[in-house]
């Protein structure tokens, strides 16, 4: 079965530092994998995404993430954080049968809390 | 653009009733997904359309949960005899059918509160 982890359920964050959040996956093909964001009363907004290629992705307002296969890991991560990136971050997977298309399989997300 | 609308953006009904939630996705994405989404939780898989079918009713809870899509456009999620536990945000995403496009675009949701 797919599934994903996101071990943090808040990372707390001061503006200028680096931030990381974390998200393992467990797939039985190759994954696809993708990271949204929520703020507060709005839909979900995408962030990016790796399909295949370089392992290292990036992304909209400055987010990267680097996929790692024998870690099953997809780590998001910014070097620079701003309290404008406060909000709920989701990872999700899903397998690569079906091409362009299927369901995602969403973690729990992970709270940011970015402090000036 | 515009991007994916849901209405309505709020519903709050009687334990036992009938509620239709309706899905507008982006112009010309064929693929259309509904997911629910319960408080402090992602999104659940509820059921996928390409094109006017459902290709995948898999994560529909039960028989009191059905979706459509005639023209292969707007969708409504309808919930038969709804209960308490049917309350969440029912989340509404869509996509392209084409090479190169993965990601799935979701609409504001429809909060649904069962009394």
């Known amino acids: 079965a797919q599934s994903v982890a996101q071990p943090e359920d808040q990372v707390n964050v001061a503006e200028g530092n680096p931030l990381t959040v974390k998200c393992t996956y467990s797939?039985?093909?190759?994954?696809?994998l993708f990271w949204y964001v929520q703020y507060p009363n709005r839909g979900l907004q995408f962030l990016l995404k790796?399909?295949?290629?370089?392992?290292l992705v990036k992304g909209s307002y400055g987010f990267e993430a680097e996929f790692n296969k024998s870690q099953t890991s997809f780590h998001l991560k910014k070097p620079s954080a701003l309290v404008s990136d406060s909000a709920l971050y989701f990872c999700?997977?899903?397998?690569?049968?079906?091409?362009?298309?299927?369901?995602?399989?969403f973690g729990k997300g992970t709270k940011l809390s970015v402090k000036p | 653009g515009a991007g994916v609308s849901q209405t309505p953006s709020n519903k709050v009904t009687e334990k036992g009733k009938y509620v239709e939630l309706r899905c507008d996705p982006i112009?010309?994405?064929?693929?259309l997904y509904w997911y629910r989404q319960s408080l402090g939780q992602g999104p659940e898989f509820l059921i996928y359309?390409?094109?006017?079918?459902?290709?995948?009713d898999s994560g529909l809870p039960n028989d009191r949960f059905f979706a459509v899509r005639p023209e292969g456009s707007v969708s409504t999620l309808k919930i038969q005899r709804t209960e308490r536990g049917d309350s969440a945000v029912y989340l509404c995403?869509?996509?392209?059918?084409?090479?190169?496009?993965?990601?799935?675009?979701f609409g504001p949701g429809t909060r649904l509160t069962v009394t």
């Open positions: 995403a869509s996509s392209l059918i084409s090479a190169g496009s993965y990601e799935q675009y």
């Open positions: 797939v039985s093909g190759n994954p696809y």
């Open positions: 790796y399909i295949t290629g370089d392992n």
């Open positions: 999700a997977v899903r397998d690569g049968k079906g091409g362009s298309q299927g369901n995602l399989i």
């Open positions: 112009s010309g994405h064929t693929a």
């Open positions: 359309f390409q094109g006017t079918g459902a290709a995948d």
